[in-house]
């Protein structure tokens, strides 16, 4: 048996020995970075022989292995080798058909995650990560198509709204101007209508201004506590003079006294177009009721209306910019941007509000996270 301080030294040649190797085969792999995997598996696998054999040399030059033995273990090693490099090779051609799946799956029209057992545990993984990407991408997709739509349909319709306004200011200027209309009577007609029609074109225009806000992500809320029955009072004073020019009854209120975290200006305008959206599509002699109530941890503003219901087809798309129903599609009712807007303020809250059929009408619900204690 050898000292212990020559089977250190025998260590100590044998680990050079393979170390030698080792970095041998890590140069290799450098230059086959690039290749296929299993390329390098070859090499790796193959390093692994020639290190156990350069070990095995080391040994039997410090004749620490007789003739017989040195024979054996080299013939056990040679015997081993085509196995490793069998094994390395049938690994490295699975990971290489695992991987053309998986890129076959990627160039498809629509990505169909393989089968789990035909992938490695990585590639499972990738494939899930790569599976959730997609479905990102596809519904960015979707609304990106779906903003592309109200886009053009905006510009339709406000093209559409803009041009009717324009044509009877450019009629009623040019009758003013040529002495068309002369007598006093008619001419504080014309200016009266001139002053209708330059608000309703001022309004649209701010209504415009703030979708473009809402949608660049440039809506700055000035957040404060303030009660929810103080704006749900505002919303009805608001446009309690349209409803009764209308002669719609509108009534409002909030059952117990409910701080909200909000901006007061921003929501206010949000509730507003909610009830001015309402009294137009409310027949004469109908009600609308303005509540507001905490359920489920939210603060929640119901305007309940009476207009008869939305077809069910048209409900989803009630909020898009520019969607009017086709019982809507009638002259002064706006241009199709006030529920957008309610619906991007309340998001900014982070809100949301919904639309269904209730009774004679449909009630919209606005949802309010409450500020903490």
Not at 64 to 87: E, G, M, Q, S
Not at 108 to 119: G, I, N, Q, S, T
Not at 307 to 316: H, M, R, S, V
Request: charged letters at 25%; proline letters at 5%; a negative charge.
């Amino acid at each position: 048996m050898l000292p212990v301080e020559d089977l250190l030294w025998v260590a100590y040649y044998a680990v050079l020995a393979a170390a030698v190797v080792a970095g041998g085969a890590l140069l290799l792999l450098h230059f086959l970075r690039s290749r296929s995997v299993a390329v390098q598996l070859v090499v790796l696998g193959a390093a692994t022989v020639l290190a156990t054999v350069s070990g095995i040399v080391v040994i039997s030059l410090m004749m620490v292995l007789n003739d017989h033995d040195r024979a054996v273990v080299l013939a056990v090693v040679t015997a081993a080798a085509p196995v490793a490099l069998a094994v390395s090779v049938l690994l490295g051609r699975r990971l290489v058909a695992a991987n053309r799946t998986l890129v076959d799956a990627i160039r498809a029209d629509r990505f169909e995650p393989p089968a789990a057992a035909r992938l490695p545990a990585e590639l499972a993984e990738l494939s899930r990560e790569l599976e959730a990407a997609y479905e990102r991408l596809a519904e960015s997709h979707r609304r990106e198509q779906a903003l592309e739509a109200s886009r053009r349909e905006l510009v339709a319709w406000v093209s559409h709204d803009l041009r009717t306004p324009l044509a009877g200011l450019r009629a009623m200027s040019e009758a003013l101007e040529d002495e068309v209309v002369a007598d006093p009577a008619t001419v504080r007609d014309y200016h009266g209508r001139i002053r209708t029609e330059v608000d309703r074109l001022a309004e649209m225009v701010d209504d415009l201004f703030e979708l473009s806000r809402i949608h660049a992500g440039a809506l700055r809320l000035s957040r404060a506590r303030v009660g929810l029955a103080d704006l749900v009072a505002d919303a009805v004073a608001g446009t309690e003079p349209l409803a009764r020019a209308k002669g719609v009854r509108l009534h409002g209120g909030v059952s117990e006294a409910l701080p909200v975290q909000v901006d007061a200006s921003e929501l206010g305008r949000a509730l507003r177009n909610l009830v001015v959206n309402a009294i137009r599509h409310t027949p004469g002699d109908g009600t609308i009721e303005v509540t507001g109530e905490v359920r489920d941890g939210e603060a929640l503003v119901t305007v309940a209306d009476a207009c008869g219901g939305i077809p069910e087809a048209d409900l989803p798309r009630v909020f898009d910019v520019a969607f009017r129903g086709e019982s809507a599609r009638t002259p002064g009712g706006g241009a199709g941007l006030g529920l957008a807007i309610a619906r991007g303020i309340v998001e900014a809250h982070a809100g949301r509000i919904g639309v269904t059929n209730a009774g004679p009408g449909c009630r919209f619900v606005v949802h309010l996270p409450l500020p903490a204690p």
